[in-house]
């Protein structure tokens, strides 16, 4: 068998200059090289619903879900013991997520054989951002091949992501249905829904994901500290889209500048007064410093953030009095002011706009900040990762709740080592 480092050079090589329909052809005769008898790349679509398979067009069989279908809502390590849900019947098949083998690999992040030893399945991770599953077939796996599976898989995932920025093929596989311009403008902006480290972990969910109106979100790291904002312009509409996109450029731009979180709303207000008028946004505005635990943070006219510890809520630990929303042109009043908190290890801060909070079940009911703060902690009791724990909540919001406005979530988890 070709030395493993040899096969994924040449793979790495060879694809520079093909497009994503060409990736999975090069992919399986790479594995075919390490001893495999076959790969089929799967991607996770928009809202974490379905696996999606990567084919070359010419190729693919039709697919049995409908193009307008409604809403939906650490690196790999040992494989798991033989486990049994059922694979999908061709792999040119999209898999739905729930109930699969392939579900188990993305949400445990860990790879999975089938009863026959004959299949594996294994996660695709760029960061600790989920991107997808690799099926790979073989006689028989030993341990010494599945170590190469997972190295196949991790170059996978990194050509994949690099054809994903321009290459229509990509948008289409993780896409069910048709997304509205103010959605695309947004999408645009907004970065990958989870980045993170050994010491940090932060993930965030926007729906409704194909018609996103003023809802964005916005993380990244950068010498040491976790820069977070969570935005909610007012409407509905491309012009809401196009402030929450502002925003989010006025944000960046007087953070790399090295803005306060001060500077940070007063440039947003005063970018929307003059180019937006009559477009009004709320915002929670923050940084972490991974090192320490000191999280600080602004309000502005937004709901306050959620502390989590041990399980529970504390309460009215992030409870102040907020700022006034921006794109008021409020000039020289006052800046909004700080807050400060000193996280514990393996606390999570929790963000949300108001439409998670005010979604209704057909009784009128609303979902409420204790129910979303119950649900997170369930779900983080069961063992669930962040982005699992927001995937499985924004599904259940789907399944008994219906959203009257834009509704984003975000986790924080500070776990030192």
């Not at 879900?65 to 694979?87: A, D, H, L, R, V």
């Not at 999408?187 to 994901?209: K, N």
């Not at 979100?217 to 509905?236: E, K, N, P, R, T």
């Amino acid at each position: 068998m070709p030395n493993e480092d040899a096969v994924l050079s040449a793979l790495l090589a060879s694809s520079n200059r093909v497009t994503a329909a060409d990736i999975p052809a090069l992919i399986d005769e790479a594995g075919r090289k390490l001893g495999l008898s076959g790969t089929q790349v799967y991607l996770a679509d928009l809202q974490q619903a379905r696996l999606t398979p990567l084919v070359h067009p010419a190729l693919e069989t039709p697919s049995p879900i409908e193009p307008n279908e409604p809403n939906e809502t650490s690196q790999p390590t040992e494989p798991s013991k033989p486990i049994g849900p059922s694979e999908p019947s061709e792999p040119s098949e999209p898999i739905q997520i729930e109930g699969s083998m392939a579900e188990l690999a993305y949400r445990t992040q860990r790879t999975q054989r089938s009863r026959d030893d004959c299949t594996a399945w294994v996660p695709m991770i760029d960061g600790v951002e989920r991107v997808g599953v690799l099926r790979v077939t073989a006689p028989c796996f030993e341990d010494a091949l599945l170590e190469s599976c997972a190295a196949l898989s991790g170059l996978a995932t990194l050509l994949v992501m690099a054809k994903s920025s321009h290459d229509e093929l990509v948008v289409d596989r993780t896409r069910s249905r048709t997304m509205t311009t103010q959605a695309e403008l947004l999408w645009a902006f907004v970065p990958p829904r989870t980045i993170g480290t050994d010491d940090v972990t932060s993930t965030a969910i926007l729906e409704p994901a194909y018609e996103a109106g003023g809802d964005a979100f916005d993380h990244s790291l950068g010498d040491g500290v976790l820069h977070l904002a969570l935005l909610d312009a007012m409407g509905h509409d491309l012009a809401s889209g196009g402030a929450s996109a502002v925003a989010l450029g006025a944000s960046r731009a007087t953070r790399r500048a090295g803005g306060t979180l001060a500077d940070i709303a007063t440039t947003i207000d005063t970018t929307l007064s003059e180019w937006i008028p009559d477009r009004l946004l709320t915002a929670v505005i923050a940084r972490l410093d991974i090192a320490t635990g000191q999280f600080t943070w602004i309000n502005c006219g937004h709901p306050p953030p959620l502390l989590i510890r041990e399980g529970h809520v504390v309460p009215q630990a992030m409870e102040f009095p907020a700022y006034l929303p921006l794109g008021l042109g409020l000039g020289q009043a006052a800046a909004p002011d700080e807050h400060h908190i000193r996280l514990q290890p393996g606390d999570r801060v929790l963000l949300y706009s108001d439409g998670v909070t005010e979604a209704r079940t057909s009784d009128g009911s609303l979902f409420g900040e204790q129910r979303l703060a119950d649900s997170v902690i369930r779900s983080m009791a069961s063992g669930n990762a962040p982005p699992e724990t927001l995937r499985r909540l924004v599904r259940n919001l789907h399944e008994h709740h219906r959203l009257h406005d834009d509704a984003t979530i975000m986790l924080v988890r500070w776990h030192p080592h």
